[in-house]
């Protein structure tokens, strides 16, 4: 369980860096809405001392939480 959570955090912040050429600031609150943190979305804004992370956070929270809901349906059907 650990690897995978932190392999999805290291992969979503190198393809960020890497690929889309976002600053790390810019870059963690996508991550943030990803992992469906909102915890990590206030920390990320106070270290930052800004709040445009929040404009990220919010489309890949929408798209984090439909993640699990089809996923979990997945497994479910799977594991039946």
Do not use: H
């Not at 889309?20 to 609150?29: E, S, V, W």
């Not at 979305?41 to 270290?47: F, N, Q, R, S």
């Not at 445009?52 to 984090?64: C, K, M």
């Amino acid at each position: 369980g650990f690897c995978c959570c932190l392999s999805r955090g290291v992969s979503g912040c190198v393809v960020g860096k890497c690929v889309l050429k976002f600053l790390l600031a810019i870059n963690l609150g996508p991550n943030a809405g990803a992992s469906t943190t909102t915890a990590a979305l206030g920390a990320v804004d106070e270290k930052a001392q800004s709040q445009v992370t929040a404009l990220a956070y919010t489309t890949t929270y929408a798209v984090g939480n439909k993640l699990l809901i089809i996923w979990g349906l997945v497994i479910e059907q799977v594991m039946a």
